[in-house]
């Protein structure tokens, strides 16, 4: 612990160098704010820095996804694919950091331990893991929606004797599959593109599958000069379309539903978004696919039927169609021939719900039908949602109020931004707030953050809290808009459920699932009403 004269002191201190943590950036040096942030990667990218796996790559259109502040910047940058592959994302981050000279405000390798609250002093003091420290009246949190991955509740789990890597911790270095004996566990998002890129060189790869999963085709492709050429020139016309839709990409659900339109209709409609590029047939599709069990029950057929038709050996391909839930009530995987690589003959499926794991061993791993020897393992079993990178990190407010505590049955946050009872806390991305199209949510929350300390600047106001009544009030809107979605009845990430984690097994409302433009309109309400739904002091 050091001497509280030696403690650097700021207006605010920023908690990832993500999009989130860059975007900050740029905003509160704009504003004129005194701010540091704290980064716990070597570099800035967030989720681009750390999940550098084989496949991995963006699942909306690049050219929606990037920075919009500086129109400079969009037309200097090509993008050189549709769906930005995760070495070019790199690239293009760390581009913007030297364009705009972020690091200069970035502390690297800090990887936050604890932050305190000081009702008195209205301060927060942020300890790091190596016992360095920081102060500021500001405490805005960029920590990302999936940063927090998660270990499979194995026996020996960390008993391999080789190479073993988490999908969202992957080394920096090549990894050669060539000729090797590669075990993957799970078959979420990261492992669906994984496995086809793993399976082209290795000498053999062996999936365990936990829950299968459904997955639509990405359709990517190169962006060729004429298209390039047309995106830059339609930059805003992209921009304005992203704000028009629900989730901020540019598909929007179709109008008709999907049980008064011809069977003719509704299969040459599903053919047509099966062949489309992007999340078009999860959220362009029928309005009711989402909300009515029915509705989705058809698409679900249409999308089982899809899977038969890829996979050459019918026994595999029914292991392979998710039978506990409909199709798109979980967050939609896109793929580049995921269903294909069950065709080789170097790719073996073992469904553990017939041939449970009984543990890891020093060579493999081992079923309850026979011992498997790898010479690499490959976790693939995903991440700690919303609350977990929160959880990880010992944060108190006053009267000693720990978060992780506070958010053990549901978080009580006001928009999503601000936690009841934790004041001078400020969030991007935190539970409750908008999904979709991940830069443009954080554009949008950092904007009207950013708009609340200018508020409390101009008024000289030092404190700002959620008043419990607000909070209590979006809690039952969170919960009422969610009460229709199909999704909300299934566990997943999105509805806090994680198999890996202790007590994680009760679903939990974690986002707002009204949609990215009722969101804003709100928010551009409250912000032009003077901000009269918080507590200032």
Excluded at 47 to 74: I, K, V
Excluded at 245 to 265: G, K, N, Q, W, Y
Excluded at 357 to 381: C, K, M, N, S, W
Excluded at 393 to 399: A, E, H, W
Aim: glycine share 8%.
């Amino acid at each position: 612990m050091r001497d509280g004269a030696d403690i650097p002191t700021y207006e605010a201190i920023v908690v990832g160098g993500g999009i989130s943590g860059m975007y900050l950036t740029h905003r509160l040096r704009e504003l004129g704010v005194h701010f540091h942030v704290f980064e716990a990667g070597s570099d800035v990218g967030g989720t681009w820095y750390w999940c550098r796996y084989p496949g991995a790559r963006f699942d909306s259109e690049s050219w929606t996804y990037g920075f919009f502040f500086d129109e400079e910047l969009l037309q200097e940058w090509d993008w050189k694919e549709h769906f930005s592959p995760q070495p070019d994302t790199l690239e293009y981050l760390n581009h913007v950091a030297d364009r705009f000279d972020f690091r200069r405000d970035m502390t690297f390798d800090a990887s936050v331990a604890a932050a305190t609250f000081d009702d008195a002093a209205n301060l927060w003091t942020v300890t790091l893991e190596d016992g360095r420290q920081a102060r500021a009246s500001l405490l805005i949190t960029g920590l990302g929606v999936l940063s927090a991955p998660t270990l499979p509740n194995i026996p020996g789990r960390d008993d391999f004797a080789g190479p073993k890597f988490h999908t969202a911790r992957w080394p920096h270095e090549p990894v050669d599959f060539t000729s090797k004996r590669v075990g993957i566990i799970g078959t979420g998002a990261t492992a669906i593109q994984a496995i086809p890129e793993i399976a082209k060189t290795a000498g053999h790869l062996t999936v365990f599958q936990r829950a299968p999963n459904w997955a639509a085709p990405l359709h990517n492709a190169a962006i060729t000069p004429e298209e390039q050429k047309d995106i830059k020139a339609r930059y805003k016309e992209i921009y304005a379309r992203c704000w028009e839709t629900v989730a901020c990409f540019i598909h929007h659900p179709d109008p008709r539903s999907a049980l008064e339109v011809s069977p003719e209709d509704r299969e040459a409609f599903w053919e047509k978004l099966y062949s489309e590029p992007g999340f078009g047939i999860w959220l362009g599709n029928f309005r009711d696919v989402l909300t009515d069990e029915r509705a989705n029950a058809l698409a679900t057929a249409f999308m089982a039927r899809k899977i038969r038709e890829r996979v050459d050996d019918p026994v595999l391909a029914d292991k392979l169609t998710p039978k506990n839930h409909g199709f798109g009530t979980r967050r939609l995987p896109l793929e580049s021939g995921y269903f294909e690589a069950y065709n080789r003959p170097n790719v073996r499926l073992v469904d553990i719900a017939e041939a449970p794991i009984e543990r890891i061993t020093p060579d493999g791993v081992v079923t309850t039908a026979q011992a498997h020897r790898f010479d690499i393992l490959i976790y693939a079993t995903g991440f700690d949602g919303v609350t977990g990178p929160y959880d990880r990190i010992d944060i108190r407010g006053p009267g000693g109020r720990r978060l992780r505590d506070e958010w053990k049955e549901l978080p009580r946050t006001f928009l999503g931004v601000i936690n009841d009872g934790f004041p001078n806390m400020l969030m991007v991305l935190g539970p409750h707030t908008a999904r979709g199209n991940i830069p443009r949510n954080i554009e949008m929350i950092v904007d009207f953050n950013i708009g609340l300390i200018r508020h409390m600047r101009a008024h000289g106001h030092k404190r700002v809290a959620a008043r419990s009544e607000e909070a209590e009030k979006w809690l039952e809107q969170v919960k009422a808009v969610d009460a229709g979605l199909l999704s909300s009845k299934i566990a997943s990430w999105q509805t806090g459920v994680n198999r890996n984690v202790e007590g994680r097994q009760t679903p939990r409302v974690l986002g707002y699932n009204g949609g990215a433009v009722r969101y804003r309109k709100l928010i551009e309400k409250i912000a032009a009403g003077g901000y009269k739904e918080f507590e200032f002091g």
